[in-house]
């Protein structure tokens, strides 16, 4: 993965120097608390419900086992002993002091880590594909590139007050693990007829209130001027991107105004003096950094399991191994996915304990690195086959190995009423009672893959709109609802869920799952038929009538 | 008025919208003033060619900085109008005015103009800063020159000082 140099290091000192003088004028009386806000926020820091929080960057979601094993310390030493990975594969800690804020940025530093630009109005974290450099589909490695969008968005000088925040994705495989449809940009890596590389950009996708896929701007771009071509269409949207209202000033309100050829005339209209004038970069960096991202080394086929029917005839391993494990484009490797779902622990959530462990495997069996996921959970990319039973040893005890990857309790969910100042509603309790109803793991695995995605107020953070089922708490008269809908998708097929039908009380969004699920396997055409085609093909009146007649 | 021009705080005249072309200074009667004219008016005499009476102009940060383009040989003041800190659209300006359009004159950020962002503003392109209250000399220097390295090296940092 990548290793700062010494530029690096300086730059990521000399930001946490900054911020650490900020919080003295600040207690000093000598920034107003306005200002404060907005310097606190581009390096992650909220005030929420009950205090401060503080959303750490985990670059395209990639950790060393050094980098997790700090994040641990930090979560013992200055939280409650725990974490909370998010959809966009940060992590973040909801009780930090203000006096220690500048404590942890100088603990990130020290191992190459920092909180820039995780919140307020400019360029995010730049997601990407969790699987990216271990999985087979891959096109070409996304995150050199997601590497170098990083060093370029960090504290950009024009794009630092834009109408409103401003995320990117990537993805360079086939299948798209990275959301990019449902980005402000979206970057896929592909290859044209004559074999040669290029992105399709796409943009003004989103979720929030007014959920849109986004539209292509342009179905290849060559790489060189990838970041002259960002440039362009952040100036254009830095210059007439909405101010004037909050909820129409993303960039998909933007294009969507406009219709996308004209956006696009205008940001080809700006590149073409542009590319000329904005930063860009050599091959050789390029080269450079991917030299940062190699492969991982061949294991011989002689490395394999040394008796597997000892191993498979554990039908406890078995199922895991089937729902928490993929292949590897080396055959004798797997890729372990960790889930951070489980009975005892919100969503997403982990303690230091978990985090050391985690590190301590990925060390061991994993080229020491960890990735997390869009989904919140983490990655052991590189697992030897032979070791998969240790692995899954040790994560048991820890309460990290339910098999539930992909099934209906790895649910997606925002941290809602708890811990957000603007939820209506409490979606961690949601995801317990649906978690209760459902725990038969034997159940979820005969339902197949199937997400559930929840957001506690229209901002969308659980991306309810493309689960295949979309859960939204709402307020009514002082109580909480929630609003389901089905058939969403974050992934090619992207689609936006449709809505079911009228709002949910909050004690009947367990029961209500379970008509939709019964409706889905009743209809589906067998096994093999997804949720979000089974909806496709019936739409949602089958399942309305399920749901509505019992409730009724 | 304080006013940081090339890495120097001066207390000096303050720019303000000339508006109508009437004299309507915004501060104390006794301070030196510039009046500037807007973009519109600006454009408005310079169509009528024998009217161009000033080389500084005002611009809003919904106006459209390359019709400035023709212009920018002569002119001597462009302020670059910051209604709150957190409205981004003058750092485009900057950037367009300096770069694209080489811009030699005074770019002046003025408005809701704060210490903690002119290093920003000023790897955009402006190169003066009107405040409100005299900034604390020593903290400009330590923001301005914080930072010995950047990710945008067409956003040049101050030279050491
Ligand atoms: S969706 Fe709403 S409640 Fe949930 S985290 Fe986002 S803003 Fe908060």
Same mark, same amino acid.
């Given at each position: 993965?990548?290793?700062?140099?010494?530029?690096?290091?300086?730059?990521?000192?000399?930001?946490?120097?900054?911020? #650490?003088?900020?919080?003295?004028?600040?207690?000093?009386?000598?920034?107003?608390?306005?200002?404060?806000?907005?310097?606190?926020?581009?390096?992650?820091?909220?005030?929420?419900?009950?205090?401060?929080?503080?959303?750490?960057?985990?670059?395209?979601?990639? /950790? #060393?086992?050094?980098?997790?094993?700090?994040?641990? #310390?930090?979560?013992?030493?200055?939280?409650?002993?725990?974490?909370?990975?998010?959809?966009?594969?940060?992590?973040?800690?909801?009780? +930090?002091?203000?006096?220690?804020?500048?404590?942890?940025?100088?603990?990130?530093?020290?191992?190459?880590?920092?909180?820039?630009?995780?919140?307020?109005?400019?360029?995010?974290?730049?997601?990407?594909? +969790?699987?990216?450099?271990?999985?087979?589909?891959?096109?070409?490695? +996304?995150?050199?590139?997601?590497?170098?969008?990083?060093?370029?968005?960090?504290?950009?000088?024009?794009?630092?007050?834009?109408?409103?925040?401003?995320?990117?994705?990537?993805?360079?495989?086939?299948?798209?693990?990275?959301?990019?449809?449902?980005?402000?940009?979206?970057?896929?890596?592909?290859? !044209?007829?004559?074999?040669?590389?290029?992105?399709?950009?796409?943009?003004?996708?989103?979720?929030?209130?007014?959920?849109?896929?986004?539209?292509?701007?342009?179905?290849?771009?060559? +790489?060189?001027?990838?970041?002259?071509?960002?440039?362009?269409?952040?100036?254009?949207?830095?210059?007439?991107?909405?101010?004037?209202?909050?909820?129409?000033?993303?960039?998909?309100?933007?294009?969507?105004?406009?219709?996308?050829?004209?956006?696009?005339?205008?940001?080809?209209?700006?590149?073409?003096?542009?590319?000329?004038?904005?930063?860009?970069?050599?091959?050789?960096?390029?080269?450079?950094?991917?030299?940062?991202?190699?492969?991982?080394?061949?294991?011989?086929?002689?490395?394999?399991?040394?008796?597997?029917?000892?191993?498979?005839?554990?039908?406890?391993?078995?199922?895991?191994?089937?729902?928490?494990?993929?292949?590897?484009?080396?055959?004798?490797?797997?890729?372990?996915?960790?889930?951070?779902? !489980?009975?005892?622990?919100?969503?997403?959530?982990?303690?230091?304990?978990?985090?050391?462990?985690?590190?301590?495997?990925?060390?061991?069996?994993?080229?020491?690195?960890?990735?997390?996921?869009?989904?919140?959970?983490?990655?052991?990319?590189?697992?030897?086959?032979?070791?998969?039973?240790?692995?899954?040893?040790?994560?048991?005890?820890?309460?990290?190995?339910?098999?539930?990857?992909?099934?209906?309790?790895?649910?997606?969910?925002?941290?809602?009423?708890?811990?957000?100042?603007?939820?209506?509603?409490?979606?961690?309790?949601?995801?317990?009672?649906?978690?209760?109803?459902?725990?038969?793991?034997?159940?979820?695995?005969?339902?197949?893959? /199937?997400?559930?995605?929840?957001?506690?107020?229209?901002?969308?953070?659980?991306?309810?709109?493309?689960?295949?089922?979309?859960? /939204?708490?709402?307020?009514?008269?002082?109580?909480?609802?929630?609003?389901?809908?089905?058939?969403?998708?974050?992934?090619?097929?992207?689609?936006?869920?449709?809505?079911?039908?009228?709002?949910?009380?909050?004690?009947?969004?367990?029961?209500?799952?379970?008509?939709?699920?019964?409706?889905?396997?009743?209809?589906?055409?067998?096994?093999?038929?997804?949720?979000?085609?089974?909806?496709?093909?019936?739409?949602?009146?089958?399942?309305?009538?399920?749901?509505?007649?019992?409730?009724? | 008025?304080?006013?940081?021009?090339?890495?120097?705080?001066?207390?000096?005249?303050?720019?303000?919208?000339?508006?109508?072309?009437?004299?309507?200074?915004?501060?104390?009667?006794?301070?030196?003033?510039?009046?500037?004219?807007?973009?519109?008016?600006? $454009?408005?005499? @310079?169509?009528?060619?024998?009217?161009?009476?000033?080389?500084?102009?005002?611009?809003?940060?919904?106006?459209?900085?390359?019709?400035?383009?023709?212009?920018?040989?002569?002119?001597? $003041?462009?302020?670059?109008?910051?209604?709150?800190?957190?409205?981004?659209?003058?750092?485009?300006?900057?950037?367009?005015?300096?770069?694209?359009?080489?811009?030699?004159?005074?770019?002046?950020?003025?408005?809701?103009?704060?210490?903690?962002?002119? $290093?920003?503003?000023?790897?955009?392109?402006?190169? @003066?800063?009107?405040?409100?209250?005299?900034?604390?000399?020593?903290? $400009?220097?330590?923001?301005?020159?914080?930072?010995?390295?950047?990710?945008?090296?067409?956003?040049?940092?101050?030279?050491?000082?």
């Amino acid at each position: 993965m990548y290793q700062y140099n010494e530029f690096d290091k300086q730059f990521v000192q000399s930001r946490v120097d900054e911020f #650490s003088e900020q919080v003295q004028r600040y207690n000093a009386g000598q920034l107003d608390e306005d200002e404060f806000k907005q310097l606190r926020l581009r390096n992650g820091l909220y005030y929420q419900r009950h205090a401060y929080m503080l959303r750490v960057a985990i670059p395209y979601g990639l /950790l #060393s086992s050094t980098q997790l094993r700090q994040l641990a #310390s930090i979560a013992s030493d200055y939280d409650k002993g725990y974490g909370h990975f998010t959809t966009r594969q940060n992590i973040q800690y909801n009780w +930090p002091k203000l006096d220690d804020v500048p404590k942890i940025l100088q603990q990130l530093a020290d191992v190459e880590m920092h909180a820039i630009q995780t919140s307020g109005n400019c360029i995010r974290n730049t997601t990407t594909d +969790p699987l990216a450099g271990a999985i087979g589909d891959e096109i070409e490695d +996304p995150r050199p590139w997601c590497e170098l969008i990083r060093q370029w968005s960090t504290l950009h000088p024009e794009f630092n007050w834009l109408p409103r925040k401003f995320k990117i994705a990537v993805t360079g495989a086939l299948s798209d693990r990275a959301a990019v449809q449902v980005h402000d940009i979206g970057l896929r890596l592909h290859k !044209n007829a004559d074999n040669v590389l290029g992105f399709e950009v796409l943009v003004g996708g989103g979720l929030g209130r007014t959920p849109y896929i986004g539209s292509v701007i342009n179905p290849f771009l060559a +790489p060189e001027h990838l970041l002259t071509y960002l440039a362009a269409i952040l100036r254009v949207y830095n210059q007439e991107g909405r101010r004037d209202n909050l909820y129409k000033a993303r960039i998909k309100i933007l294009v969507n105004a406009l219709g996308i050829d004209n956006f696009r005339e205008k940001v080809e209209q700006e590149w073409q003096l542009s590319q000329h004038e904005d930063d860009t970069f050599t091959q050789d960096y390029i080269e450079e950094l991917k030299a940062q991202f190699p492969a991982p080394p061949k294991l011989s086929n002689s490395n394999t399991i040394d008796s597997p029917d000892q191993i498979f005839s554990n039908p406890l391993f078995n199922q895991w191994y089937k729902s928490n494990t993929k292949p590897h484009k080396d055959s004798a490797r797997r890729i372990v996915l960790v889930s951070l779902k !489980n009975n005892e622990q919100a969503a997403g959530d982990a303690t230091s304990e978990q985090m050391r462990a985690i590190a301590d495997l990925a060390e061991q069996y994993s080229l020491g690195e960890i990735r997390s996921t869009h989904e919140q959970n983490l990655v052991l990319a590189h697992v030897p086959t032979v070791h998969l039973f240790d692995v899954w040893n040790a994560l048991k005890p820890l309460n990290l190995a339910t098999p539930n990857i992909g099934k209906l309790t790895d649910m997606i969910v925002c941290p809602g009423l708890d811990f957000c100042s603007l939820a209506n509603a409490g979606t961690i309790a949601i995801y317990d009672q649906i978690y209760a109803r459902f725990d038969s793991i034997d159940y979820q695995h005969s339902l197949g893959d /199937l997400s559930i995605k929840i957001s506690g107020c229209m901002n969308a953070c659980g991306h309810h709109h493309v689960g295949d089922i979309g859960i /939204l708490g709402v307020e009514k008269s002082g109580e909480e609802w929630y609003q389901l809908t089905l058939g969403g998708h974050a992934g090619n097929e992207a689609a936006l869920g449709k809505r079911l039908g009228k709002a949910i009380p909050k004690a009947e969004v367990a029961d209500a799952i379970e008509r939709i699920l019964e409706t889905y396997v009743e209809q589906r055409n067998n096994d093999e038929e997804t949720f979000q085609q089974v909806v496709k093909r019936t739409g949602v009146q089958p399942f309305k009538e399920k749901v509505y007649a019992i409730a009724a | 008025m304080p006013l940081l021009r090339n890495g120097i705080l001066e207390q000096t005249s303050h720019a303000y919208l000339l508006e109508n072309d009437m004299a309507k200074p915004k501060t104390d009667s006794t301070a030196k003033v510039e009046a500037v004219v807007s973009l519109d008016r600006f $454009l408005e005499m @310079a169509a009528d060619d024998s009217a161009v009476t000033t080389q500084q102009v005002w611009l809003e940060p919904e106006h459209d900085v390359a019709l400035l383009a023709p212009y920018v040989k002569n002119l001597e $003041l462009i302020c670059v109008h910051f209604p709150s800190f957190t409205d981004g659209r003058g750092y485009s300006h900057a950037r367009l005015l300096s770069k694209r359009y080489s811009y030699t004159g005074e770019l002046r950020a003025v408005g809701d103009i704060r210490v903690d962002h002119i $290093l920003f503003m000023l790897r955009s392109g402006l190169n @003066a800063f009107q405040f409100e209250a005299t900034p604390n000399e020593a903290l $400009l220097q330590t923001l301005l020159h914080r930072y010995n390295h950047n990710y945008q090296p067409t956003y040049k940092l101050p030279q050491a000082s």
